[in-house]
């Protein structure tokens, strides 16, 4: 096992704010991340690095309270008429 690693603290990955090392997920490190809305999260260091974490959760909390409510087809005004 290697006892180097990168050190990812104070770095931001998207919502997240490496704060500090916490062992191992699986084979990857796992990182202590403080998240914009103030939540802290433990997540791996291949997942931060890679883009494929970027908050808590929160993030797909909001897009989807997006496209549930905010996001609504409108209906064609009834004063344009293709045929005319």
């Not at 050190?7 to 998207?14: C, P, T």
């Not at 062992?23 to 690095?49: F, M, P, Q, V, Y």
């Not at 908050?55 to 009834?78: D, I, M, N, P, W």
């Amino acid at each position: 096992m290697s006892t180097r690693g990168i050190n990812l603290a104070g770095k931001r990955f998207g919502r997240l704010t490496a704060i500090e090392r916490d062992g191992n997920i699986g084979t990857s490190a796992a990182w202590i991340c403080k998240c914009d809305c103030g939540r802290t999260t433990k997540k791996a260091a291949g997942a931060l690095r890679m883009g494929h974490v970027s908050s808590c959760g929160c993030l797909q909390k909001e897009t989807r309270k997006f496209y549930a409510t905010g996001f609504k087809r409108k209906r064609v005004s009834s004063a344009f008429d293709p045929c005319s």
